[in-house]
DNA sequence: ACATTAAGTGATT
DNA sequence: AATCACTTAATGT
């Protein structure tokens, strides 16, 4: 057994249930950028993220972007529960923020655990739970704030699941991720460093406010 | 040196 | 807050 599996899952399953996990799963490397899971995709595998991060994104018709929220270690994507045996389609992208392991554990498995353990049932509620309890508070962050307080909001969450107070992106990519333009992005992000929130260089901003 | 990409700015809606 | 049009700065070849 890989020792991320124990130290992420280790105090959250039986020894027996992580041995199935083991021998089920398919343990994975992936790069930062990588798309996971893309809309429209159909869902066979949930992921279990040993380190490292991922973003959940939504997309409307004319292909632009909105992030919905971040996966980390110990987390599972909720898509993967609101679909059976894989019959139906992925509704949101998945793309990997940094350097991410995870484990690919096939949904019929899944299911066959419910019925097994306990604790595998309480932990898929519990993520349901948590992700539903993420997805308001996206929510409630695009209805009532507005865009300097979402940028630095989306600064300080990307700091904390990269765990780098250092972020490695473009105006452009952050404007993508909250859905409004690269001009804007750059404006406040100038009035945020003005106010020592942040300092810029080109490629990279460091979060100094978290 | 030149082209490409990232970031800054004023004006307009 | 978005868009346009343009400038300036940094980086790659």
């Avoid at 991320?4 to 994975?28: M, N, P, R, V």
């Avoid at 962050?141 to 300080?156: P, S």
């Amino acid at each position: 057994m890989r020792e991320a599996l124990q130290l992420s899952y280790g105090y959250l399953f039986e020894k027996e249930l992580l041995q199935e996990i083991d021998a089920c799963g398919t343990y994975k490397n992936i790069k930062q950028g990588e798309v996971l899971m893309d809309i429209g995709n159909p869902i066979t595998h949930m992921p279990l993220l040993l380190n490292g991060a991922v973003k959940i994104l939504r997309e409307d018709e004319d292909g632009s972007e909105l992030l919905l929220y971040f996966l980390e270690k110990g987390d599972t994507c909720a898509m993967t529960f609101s679909c059976g045996l894989g019959k139906n389609k992925s509704e949101i992208r998945a793309v990997t923020e940094s350097d991410t392991e995870l484990l690919m554990i096939p949904v019929m498995k899944m299911e066959y655990w419910m019925g097994e353990y306990k604790t595998w049932r309480e932990f898929i509620v519990d993520s349901y739970h948590t992700r539903m309890k993420e997805l308001l508070e996206t929510v409630d962050t695009i209805a009532f704030m507005r865009m300097d307080e979402r940028l630095l909001k989306h600064l300080q969450d990307k700091a904390k699941v990269t765990h780098d107070d250092m972020i490695y992106t473009t105006h452009q990519e952050i404007a993508y991720d909250l859905h409004t333009s690269r001009v804007v992005i750059s404006r406040l992000l100038k009035k945020l460093e003005k106010d020592k929130k942040i300092e810029m260089q080109r490629n990279h901003i460091k979060v100094i406010d978290l």
